[in-house]
Structure formats: C-alpha cells, structure tokens
C-alpha cells in the first residue's frame, strides 16, 4: 500500500506517519506540506509545497496511491469564518478534488473533530465549517471517503502539538489521562489508536462513512 499524508507534522499526522511507517503492508510513504518531518526512513519521501490551495506542479508526484491521510487543520481561535473557511474547507477541498482526478481508486480519509456539524447550520462557526468539509469531500468519486472525529487525543511517543494552548493543557492533563481513557474509553483516543484506525480503515474500509471517537477506539483496538 502506498500512503499520502497531508499535515505529517502536526499532532495527529505524527501519529499516523509513525504507524504507517511502522506498517509492514506499507511500502511508500509520502508526505505533502510546508516543511519536512526531519525523518529519516526507507519507506519515506517528503515534498514541500508552499501553495496548499493549488497542485498543478506537483501532480505527477500525486498518482499511485492507495489511501491519503488528510490530517492538516488548525485552530479557529480568533479567526473570521471566512478565513477558516480559506484554510479549512478551500485547502481540503482543493486536495481531495485533485486527488479523485488523480487517483480515482483511493481511499481519503479526511480529520475532522468531534461535534462537526454535518448539516452546516449550526451555531457553532468551527463546526459549520468542519461539516462543510466533510460533505464535500464525501460527494467525491473516490473509491470510499471516510471522516475521522476524534475527542480528546493522547499524544503518544514524543509527539507534541504544534499549538501552544494544546501543549499547555496536554501538559497539565497528562498525568490524568491514562486514567481518564479508562473512565471514559470512548472520548479519548490516542495518536497510536488514530494512526492504527485509519490504516485498518484504508485496507478494510469501515461500517460507516463519519466515524467518532468511540469508533476509532474500537476499530484500533485498545492500546
């Protein structure tokens, strides 16, 4: 299988690119983004791409894969909703639109959040925004398309958020998370479960199209 992951470098892309390069059924890795990862692998190729919004010049390195990771986002904090729009649903859509032209036979996996909202009137700007790009991405001719909504997520071997806030909170909670995954199995996943989900659903695809925290921890298994 070979694997294109948009967004290696943040939190929940660090999970899946360690898991895919760990995967034994994975032969290539490729990742997309505005810097490198700094990894090195065998299995790795790395392409930076400043422009996020247009993939003319790089289409010839965006044919031949099997499943794409879509793991790219960042926080609405103090964001008009038409500039979140820019860089949530314009940068999503612009990928998956060129990627079911290139690759008709993929499997994209687009990440989202818990409590995206899928009929997009909602109070909630981040959320409307989120489900707009989930209905676009699933009106596409892939193979399949499957939206991942994780809750609150453990960051596992070394990983770090790129978001300050996050960093801090992660900091104060870690001690209690173990804890709370146990209290509450469904609500927090881990970036090991994340990465191991969407690798099972890229070979074996999913019950459902929008799967939800206490989906990704099932399919993942307990970790």
Aim: net charge positive.
């Amino acid at each position: 299988m070979n694997v294109l992951i948009f967004g290696a470098t943040g939190m929940v892309g660090q999970g899946v690119l360690r898991e895919s390069l760990l995967d034994s059924d994975v032969q290539l890795v490729q990742t997309v983004g505005r810097t490198a990862t700094a990894i090195q692998n065998p299995k790795l190729r790395e392409i930076t791409h400043a422009d996020f919004w247009h993939y003319e010049a790089i289409e010839e390195n965006l044919r031949g894969f099997n499943a794409c990771f879509f793991c790219l986002g960042v926080t609405s904090t103090g964001m008009t909703e038409s500039d979140y729009s820019h860089v949530t649903y314009d940068i999503a859509l612009a990928v998956a639109q060129t990627l079911s032209r290139l690759n008709p036979e993929m499997i994209f996996i687009y990440v989202s959040g818990a409590g995206a909202d899928s009929s997009e009137q909602g109070r909630v700007m981040w959320a409307r925004v989120k489900g707009r790009a989930e209905n676009a991405v699933l009106s596409l001719p892939f193979k399949a398309a499957y939206i991942f909504r994780p809750a609150a997520i453990q960051p596992l071997h070394g990983i770090k958020s790129r978001t300050r806030l996050y960093r801090v909170l992660y900091s104060i909670t870690e001690p209690l998370l173990p804890l709370l995954r146990r209290i509450m199995p469904g609500y927090i996943s881990t970036t090991e479960q994340i990465g191991r989900a969407m690798l099972i659903v890229a070979r074996q695809g999913a019950p459902k199209r929008i799967l939800e925290s206490r989906d990704i921890v099932a399919i993942a298994g307990v970790t």
